[in-house]
């Protein structure tokens, strides 16, 4: 019975009304987590929250590989380590971390976010609406007011002692809340709750519920003495979520490294090999018009770049392909001429594949045949989800067709480069052993062939650096 009970002050049966009595103890708890209500108001959403309850619980060694990790620590690793090494080098390192998780580690760091999230969830329980009911002079967090409580109809706080209850199943004092209380102030930077007052209130709701004096009131009030509860449980498992937010921030940063690192390559061999770096030989498959896929989750057009330089590279350097072919492959005296065909049919397939590259950039200008389907797809895709197979499909046609464009051409270059660089070599020796008429052929050449040869050997060295490194960097953004 409700007047026989510890705590029988709360509730007066005969008015059916909730004592002042009660709105002071709610309102002993409100002082109490205040802060922390103030403080944990985001905190559910919290990847730091996670981070810092994980980290409260590695010992050394861990905390030392988990530096070593860092993005500051990739940072200065990277001056003096090739980004790819380095990749290697912190997955090991991560797999260490990750296997010294064991099972009894992972259950002392699980029970206490699990601790934290009953906390938090506790704190939220909205203690001045609640006191409102019994002083509507009360102030949010005015500690200083003197409250003048007075009696309320039980039906109008039913619901609200309901949440409640459910809220403090899990506030157990016996539970190690020291740890997680650590953990918060290292979220924090400062204690969200008063320590020594909320080990006290702990102890107090514990008297409370093995009082049974909110269940009465309830049923009293609701005149239904079946009800009962279910104390709100939190379970969550968070350790390989940490393990996932460390992996992911780890790699996302020597992945910026590592573009960075790409990019300036790029720029100084696009230097090397045309004079300037503002090449722009397409008008349609390009960086700047596959932005509105990429939008939208797409990948875009990835091998643009590449593409771009190759089509540049391929129409600058048309006419030196065409003279050095009536040169080397026509004029020279070959001592076995069988030595001079991979040569000249790498120069004879090049020579093409600028009109080959121009009819896949045409194929995406208005009135071409992926334009159309890419366009019509896109109007349609917020209306239709369907429509994202087929954006994937004829974006996964084109990029496939520019990559193999650009490895082709790779392979007929690194001939052409092999070729030249063998045939510069015999040049320049006394006795030549693979073209036996050098000396003509300078005559009909406007420059010394061993310049020529040079100049072209070294044009095909940057372009092949060039056209590998945009390849390899368009692979890695899958």
Request: hydrophobic residues 40%; contains cysteine; glycine residues 4%.
């Amino acid at each position: 019975m409700v007047a026989a009970n510890k705590y029988g002050k709360f509730y007066r049966i005969k008015t059916e009304e909730a004592d002042p009595e009660l709105a002071r103890f709610f309102f002993g708890i409100y002082k109490v987590v205040s802060p922390a209500q103030t403080l944990l108001q985001h905190a559910l959403q919290s990847t730091q929250l996670k981070l810092a309850t994980v980290n409260n619980f590695l010992n050394p060694r861990q905390l030392d590989i988990l530096a070593q990790v860092s993005p500051e620590s990739i940072d200065e690793r990277a001056t003096n380590i090739p980004p790819r090494d380095l990749a290697r080098q912190i997955q090991t390192e991560f797999d260490t971390l990750a296997g010294s998780f064991d099972t009894e580690l992972k259950g002392r760091i699980n029970e206490c976010y699990n601790l934290i999230l009953t906390l938090i969830k506790f704190v939220s329980f909205d203690f001045y609406f609640f006191l409102k009911k019994f002083d509507s002079h009360l102030r949010e967090r005015n500690f200083s007011y003197n409250p003048q409580f007075i009696p309320v109809q039980g039906r109008l706080i039913s619901d609200e002692l309901k949440d409640f209850l459910e809220l403090t199943g899990t506030l157990d004092p016996n539970l190690d809340w020291n740890s997680a209380l650590m953990a918060l102030k290292a979220f924090k930077d400062t204690d969200v709750v008063n320590p020594k007052l909320w080990n006290s209130l702990l102890l107090q709701l514990r008297d409370i519920k093995r009082s049974g004096i909110l269940e009465m009131m309830i049923r009293f009030i609701d005149k239904n003495p079946d009800w009962s509860w279910v104390p709100s449980v939190h379970n969550e498992d968070i350790t390989g979520a940490y393990l996932e937010i460390i992996k992911t921030e780890m790699f996302d940063h020597l992945k910026k490294i590592i573009t960075v690192t790409q990019n300036t390559q790029i720029t100084e061999y696009a230097q090397a090999v045309f004079g300037y770096t503002n090449v722009n030989n397409l008008k349609n498959y390009t960086d700047r018009a596959g932005e509105m896929y990429v939008k939208k989750g797409f990948p875009g057009f990835r091998f643009s770049q590449g593409l771009n330089y190759l089509s540049a590279f391929l129409l600058e350097e048309k006419m030196e392909f065409l003279g050095l072919y009536d040169l080397i492959l026509v004029r020279a005296q070959w001592v076995t001429p069988a030595l001079s065909l991979p040569l000249s049919e790498s120069v004879r397939t090049l020579i093409p594949y600028h009109d080959r590259i121009n009819e896949l950039d045409d194929s995406l200008a208005n009135g071409g045949v992926y334009s159309n389907r890419l366009k019509t797809a896109m109007i349609k895709i917020d209306r239709d989800k369907n429509q994202t197979k087929i954006i994937s499909a004829n974006l996964d046609t084109v990029n496939g067709e520019a990559k193999t464009i650009i490895n082709e051409a790779i392979f007929h270059l690194s001939v052409l480069h092999d070729g030249f660089t063998d045939t510069l070599e015999d040049c320049r020796k006394n006795d030549p052993t693979v073209i036996l008429n050098w000396e003509e052929l300078n005559t009909f050449s406007v420059l010394p062939m061993e310049s020529q040869l040079q100049s072209i050997v070294t044009r095909l060295t940057n372009i092949l650096q060039l056209l590998r490194l945009i390849v390899q960097a368009s692979d890695e953004l899958i």
